[in-house]
């Protein structure tokens, strides 16, 4: 009899998690346009929601199939589903952050890229943003960055991060400088556009990460860029 109990209490953990799994990789938020703006309804609070699905519903299963006070299997268990369940949740949530900034740039030579870790970049070129050899923001990078606002504050949980680049013209310790100067920047323009400073972070990374031959100007031109990287939280 206690063979049969422990079967049915895995079957009924297993049929469990394949249903939550389910309703976690379909669920999406509702998105309405009403007056020109956009309200992703429920977005953020779903986003909240599968960062804690895993654990939570990792934990009920957990216990369901431990038998007796066997918490040992039960635990482990119990991590193997939710890490599953948390997985599910936050790559939804990565995927719908690059749908909806590819809707806002639409049109526009800004590229945007889901990463393989679930996070969403979006590549803004130096020169439409920056001068030679300067961190000042040109009027031209203003529209670029404030479609990067936007994404960032309808997806209000996720987290932001800003990495500046350079091409390899000149001393690396300035191109360093230059960089990071790129990067805060960007920041400082995102927290005027109503992104709070405590969910962003910004890097520079000089010319050690080109994404193109500098020994051509097309290929420098690409390399000068700030890449700003959403991450749903989970």
Known sequence: MNIINQTSKRATALL??????????????????????????????????????????????????????????????????????????????????????????????????QMPDGSTRINIAGDMSFNSGSAELKNSGMDTLNKVAQVARENANSRVVIVGHTDNTGNSDANQRLSLARANTVKDYLMTSGVASSRMTSYGRGASQPIASNDTESGRTQNRRVEVFLFPNQ
């Open 16 to 113: 469990a998690a394949i249903a939550l799994v389910g309703c976690a990789s379909t669920a999406a938020p509702v998105s309405s346009t009403n007056s020109g703006t956009t309200n992703t309804g429920g977005f953020d609070r779903n986003t909240t929601i599968g960062a804690g699905t895993g654990a939570v519903l990792g934990g009920i299963l957990g216990a369901a199939v431990s038998d007796r006070g066997d918490k040992n299997e039960g635990a482990l268990i119990g991590a193997a589903i939710g890490g599953v369940l948390g997985g599910v949740v936050g790559n939804r949530y990565g995927t719908q952050i690059e749908q909806r900034a590819r809707d806002i740039f639409k049109g526009s030579n800004t590229n945007v890229t």
